[in-house]
């Protein structure tokens, strides 16, 4: 399952191309529409999340609200882009409030521009944005629609926002989805949620913008998929890669990660153990449920880390791109604070990449014989 997305910040819309998607995979535009508003909100937000209202207009792949077997095309209009017609004209002559020459640090404007011999850093930023992860999240709506047909959930948390982070990460089998969708700053803890808050606050009011650290988990995946033998089969490094490439993610890690190298192999390592009734088990998941490129059959549990978003209100010293001169970086409305929102992206990058994974184990065109494969797979484990 491949996506392709398209669409500038202030363009018209967002648009998103979902390739090979099997036939039969219920869809529910209201069930999209409330993944777009999940990533919408979190305390911390912009002034842009109070003008947008995503919603979804599914254009293509879907008939009587099931997939057909054709790639699957979304769109998610800019309302916003009504206010901007003159600087994202398709066609006319460029307008002067439109330029941009004082690049961000930290943001994709001065290599951007340098790339593509740009004088103009609006070129860069429109699509660099992180208002493109709204086309993102739909794409990944669809995976997550097939991923619950074949008994597979994705969700996520926040654990830390700043210096305010959780004492004790909670087991994703146990977290209570009810409080983490309830909290602005999706985390399970009110204590520890209300000190986030003071963290957002202190930062805006310092003028600056702040970080954090989410959890993304898969439950009910099944052991195998992905590979052991070639680099591009390996599941760990896809999944980290697709977790990489939502904007401000510096660092990711699967399980224990970079805790794993501070303590002896017998710390690291899941012992395995066999339970009649349950198979072949882990009393624990220090391994976040990837072993040797591969499902173990415990709990998929990555960690991201993301920085403190790079547009800030009292801007860093840049240089002017037509004089050479120092000035203060441009300013773009932004937010304080998006890791909420970056842990629902997270979701939906995981589920692309573990729906394609079920469908290079059980076949990828229907769903129907997906499920049929499956059970025969899940006969043929040890119990």
């Known amino acids: 399952m491949r996506y392709t997305t398209a669409g500038e910040s202030h363009g018209r819309a967002l648009v998103a191309i979902v390739s090979d998607v099997p036939a039969g995979v219920p869809i529910d535009a209201a069930a999209i529409d409330r993944d777009l508003a999940r990533r919408q909100q979190g305390y911390g937000r912009g002034g842009r999340m109070a003008i947008e209202r995503d919603q979804v207009q599914i254009l293509s792949g879907v008939r009587f609200g099931a997939t057909i077997g054709s790639p699957v095309a979304l769109v998610i209009a800019n309302r916003d ?27 994709a404007d001065l290599p951007g521009v340098l790339r593509n011999r740009a004088s ?40 830390r926002i700043g210096e305010a982070a959780l004492a004790t990460e909670p087991d994703p089998r146990e977290i209570d989805a009810d409080a983490v969708e309830a909290s602005d700053v999706r985390c399970p803890d009110d204590s520890v949620a209300e000190d986030m808050r003071k963290a957002i606050d202190a930062a805006r009011a ?50 224990d990660g970079f805790a794993a190298a501070q303590r002896p192999g017998s710390l690291v ?10 198979g072949i088990v882990r009393p624990t998941n220090r391994a976040g449920g990837i072993e040797g490129g591969m499902t173990n059959g415990e709990p998929v549990v990555m960690r991201a880390a993301m920085k403190p978003i790079p547009t800030l209100i009292r801007p860093l010293p840049s240089v002017d791109l037509e004089t050479l001169e120092p000035v203060d970086a441009a300013r773009e409305r932004s937010d304080v604070c998006a890791v909420p929102a970056a842990a629902v992206v997270a ?17 990828g065109r229907c769903l129907s014989d997906m499920l049929e494969a499956l059970e025969r797979y899940k006969d043929r484990l040890p119990r």
């Open 347 to 363: 979701e939906a990058e995981v589920a692309l990449v573990l729906a394609t994974a079920y469908q290079e184990a059980f076949g």
């Open 206 to 255: 310092d003028g600056e913008s702040v970080g954090g650290v989410f959890v993304v988990a898969a439950l009910g995946v099944v052991p195998g998929l992905g590979g052991y033998a070639e680099a591009n089969q390996r599941l760990d490094a896809r999944l980290g890669a697709a977790v990489l490439s939502i904007p401000a993610i510096k660092g990711v890690e699967i399980g």
């Open 269 to 278: 390592h899941d012992p395995i153990v066999y339970e009649k009734g349950r």
């Open 81 to 107: 882009w009504d206010q901007w017609l003159d600087v994202m004209a398709v066609s006319g002559e460029p307008v002067d409030r439109a330029r941009v020459t004082a690049p961000r640090p930290g943001h």
């Open 120 to 159: 103009d850093v609006r070129d860069v930023l429109e699509r660099a944005s992180a208002r493109e992860t709204a086309a993102r999240v739909a794409a990944g709506a669809v995976a997550k629609a097939l991923l619950t047909q074949l008994g597979v959930r994705v969700l996520s948390f926040v654990t």
